[in-house]
């Protein structure tokens, strides 16, 4: 049994999940089974942005090895691909050999094309805008400003941003949007248009998994992720509320 | 009609949710259908005037759902809990807090903000329980097979 490779191919698979935004109990609980599958005993401890992992050799040697996280993506497709490949390996481990190759397969697997992405953020603002009582204008003002939201976080995103201030813009950029409409007698509620907007930016992943990680006892890593998600909330308002005060006081509108 | 079309509007939006998260194509009905069901919850209990128990009778209802959901679909259940809870996170609530805010309305800034706080910490309460549930019976469950 290569130890090494079983601790570098455990790693990343713990990694991948990690970064396609599986709860901290489920990387610590598949990593230990399949360690478990290779007959060695692992110790794992995960947050948010670090793996720390360890086995020991049947001869008493120990492995180690520490994973930094940075990624915070979100790709259901994968986290339900890894946890079917985790179930295979727990019921007959395969060589590692063929588990570095699934894991691969699977970080290549292709995901929704950008245009789906955007289309769906319209889909999103344009379904809330109408179930918070906004008319079918303000549902269909909330669509250009969804898309340009996506493309403006996306954008930022990539140039590695950090996450409050992408939020502030990408809220604050909506609110313009939609106060504009409504000041151009294209739309007529603001708030209908904006909160429509603000549901593709609120923290609802955060926050499920944060209670999750804190049913699974996970604490340190819950408290990370409430922080977070309380930081989105804040960061989407105080956006909004800085492109509502600035149209106030330039053009007396909002 | 004011019933279905909220309904509508849920399954909608947690669709477009499934996208933007890349979902596998297959679970995207059926957290499309609990996201439905839990926006469909959150009304049917709007007699009781009171919306933080609508919210918490529709958080326990979508999170069995999911539950269901992900043990026929072996998938894991945050697939289906996280688009689902979407509509009910309470994006109006943090728009009104801000919006008294910058009017300088500190009394009306102060209830609305903790009126959200306490609608998210009820679907948290809500996912917490049904979860917590489930664990206990699988492990109660497993305990069973391996002394048998």
Not at chain 1, 221 to 246: D, Q
Request: glycine fraction near 8%; proline fraction near 3%; include cysteine.
């Amino acid at each position: 049994m290569d130890y090494e490779e079983l601790l570098n191919t455990v790693t990343s698979l713990g990694a991948s999940l990690l970064e396609n935004g599986a709860e901290i109990y489920r990387v610590e609980e598949s990593m230990i089974r399949v360690y478990t599958a290779y007959g060695t005993y692992g110790e794992v401890f995960v947050i948010p942005s670090c793996i720390f992992s360890s086995i020991s050799s049947a001869e008493g040697k120990t492995f180690s090895k520490t994973k930094r996280v940075v990624s915070h993506g979100v790709n259901f497709d994968r986290i339900a691909e890894l946890n079917d490949l985790c179930r295979r390996i727990c019921q007959t481990p395969p060589p590692l050999g063929e588990v570095c190759a699934e894991l691969d397969r699977i970080s290549g697997r292709p995901s929704f094309a950008f245009l789906w992405k955007v289309l769906a953020c319209a889909l999103v603002a344009f379904a809330f805008t109408l179930l918070f009582g906004g008319n079918l204008a303000d549902a269909l003002c909330s669509i250009p400003a969804a898309i340009l939201v996506k493309l403006l976080t996306s954008k930022m995103e990539k140039l590695h941003t950090n996450s409050f201030f992408t939020y502030i813009a990408g809220s604050a950029l909506g609110a313009l949007i939609a106060l504009a409409a409504v000041a151009a007698g294209v739309g007529f509620h603001q708030d209908k248009i904006i909160i429509g907007v603000f549901m593709n930016l609120v923290p609802g992943m955060a926050m499920t998994n944060a209670i999750r990680d804190i049913i699974a006892g996970d604490l340190v890593s819950g408290i990370f992720k409430i922080v977070e998600a309380i930081m989105i909330g804040v960061a989407i308002a105080i956006g909004a509320g800085l492109a509502i005060s600035a149209s106030r006081l330039i053009w007396g509108v909002g | 009609m004011d019933f279905w079309l909220p309904c509508l509007y849920a399954l909608a939006s947690s669709v477009g949710f499934c996208i933007v998260n890349n979902s596998p194509r297959r679970t995207i009905a059926p957290a499309a259908l609990c996201g439905a069901i839990g926006w469909g919850v959150y009304l049917a209990f709007a007699f009781t005037g009171n919306d933080i128990y609508q919210y918490f009778t529709a958080a326990v209802a979508l999170s069995i759902a999911s539950e269901i959901f992900a043990r026929v679909q072996k998938c894991p259940v945050t697939l289906y809990l996280i688009p689902a809870l979407l509509p009910l996170v309470p994006g109006g609530g943090i728009y009104y807090s801000m919006e008294h805010c910058i009017n300088g309305n500190t009394d009306a800034f102060l209830q609305t903000g903790l009126h959200t706080l306490a609608i998210a910490g009820t679907l948290a309460l809500g996912i917490l329980l049904v979860s917590s549930i489930v664990r206990l019976w699988t492990s109660i469950h497993s305990a069973k097979g391996e002394s048998a």
